[in-house]
């Protein structure tokens, strides 16, 4: 090994370990604020967020570094991916010790610990959480780009623990002031933001060792109306048809399935060539959980609250009122092509909304 290679990997090997120790200080910070907080540790919680001015020095020193090895090694390939890394796993460390600070301020808030059913939430949650951090920080310290996949696959396990707590908090029959309940709330939304943070570390993890790009994010899409007989089958198999790489696509009846489709809806729909292979009325008839992992609810008749009592908090519920459907609801082939040009407009500004010009 040459004497500027030495340098090179003695350089990099110090930047490394500077990450290392920033992660392992802001694992204590949130472990800290959490223990704090379930405690009433006023002392502890003063100490987490004095500490956050030594997490911020670091991550100022660490940036300086990286970008002195960039200037004076120019690094290519590998080594310029992991400084790539290394800049913004920087920044989520920095971002995740903000988060054990502001949980650590939520005691100031509160009247001493939380409730025990609150506190319960706090800790099953924070177990979870802390967990994905620990195993997105060791995927990085290791290379183990495996291991960065399954810890982002853990996140929806998060997502639906925090979907969870947050319909326990709108309990009208507990007794939480509105401060308390405004507190844990706050305390819900940074764990869940050190969850999304453990994902993007994760993903530089993998970027790191594979080269590979943050995927695009897939979104899972509901449409709903009153029987699934015809307008939500159509503007599924729409949404197949022109945008199958965003998103994932649903629909079904909000009160009580049809026996069969529209008169003529198949043959429509084979014509524009969209799949009406698999198309059948099917009742909606879904857990708490798996009505969690849709990003969008599509009301086609109703409003989506006349169809579902508690629609998940992270979910977004859009009422399309269409203007092209007969009153009596009997499709001619020129009311089909109505709905269909209204529908496509609809689908491609919500797609294009969520996904950005890259929708497809």
């Not at 030594?54 to 991550?59: A, H, L, Q, V």
């Not at 960039?70 to 290394?86: D, F, N």
């Not at 050190?194 to 594979?210: H, R």
Request: hydrophobic share 40%; proline share 2%.
């Amino acid at each position: 090994m040459s004497h500027y290679e030495q340098r090179l990997e003695k350089d990099l090997e110090h930047i490394r370990g500077e990450v290392s120790d920033l992660a392992t200080s802001v694992k204590q910070a949130v472990k800290n604020s959490i223990h704090a907080l379930l405690t009433a540790n006023q002392d502890l919680a003063s100490a987490t967020i004095l500490g956050d001015g030594p997490i911020n020095r670091k991550m100022r020193e660490i940036d300086s570094l990286c970008h002195q090895f960039i200037a004076v090694h120019l690094p290519s390939a590998g080594h310029l991916r992991l400084m790539s890394s290394v800049i913004r796993i920087n920044i989520i460390l920095e971002r995740v010790g903000d988060y054990a600070v502001t949980i650590s301020r939520e005691l100031q808030r509160i009247d001493g610990a939380p409730d025990k059913r609150l506190a319960q939430g706090i800790e099953l949650l924070a177990d979870e959480v802390q967990l994905m951090l620990k195993q997105a920080i060791a995927s990085f310290d290791e290379d183990n780009a495996e291991l960065a996949r399954g810890t982002i696959a853990m996140s929806a396990q998060v997502d639906n623990t925090v979907s969870g707590l947050y319909e326990e908090l709108l309990d009208e029959q507990a007794k939480w002031s509105l401060i308390e309940r405004f507190a844990v709330f706050s305390v819900y939304h940074r764990l869940e933001r050190i969850a999304d943070q453990a994902k993007n570390l994760c993903e530089q993890t993998i970027f790191t060792v594979s080269g590979e790009g943050k995927a695009n994010k897939v979104y899972q899409i509901l449409f709903i109306d009153d029987d699934n007989s015809c307008l939500s089958q159509l503007a599924e198999a729409v949404a197949r048809k022109h945008f199958p790489e965003s998103g994932k696509y649903v629909s079904a009846a909000g009160r009580e399935a049809a026996e069969t489709l529209s008169s003529g809806l198949t043959e429509f729909i084979d014509s524009h060539g969209m799949d009406a292979s698999k198309a059948k009325p099917k009742a909606y008839d879904m857990t708490p959980a798996e009505l969690n992992r849709f990003h969008v609810i599509v009301s086609l008749k109703a409003p989506v609250s006349s169809y579902i009592d508690k629609i998940p908090f992270q979910t977004t519920a859009l009422n399309w009122k269409l203007t092209s459907v007969p009153e009596d609801c009997a499709c001619s082939d020129q009311d089909f092509e109505s709905i269909h040009r209204e529908l496509s407009v609809l689908i491609k500004d919500m797609m294009m909304l969520l996904r950005g010009e890259d929708a497809a």
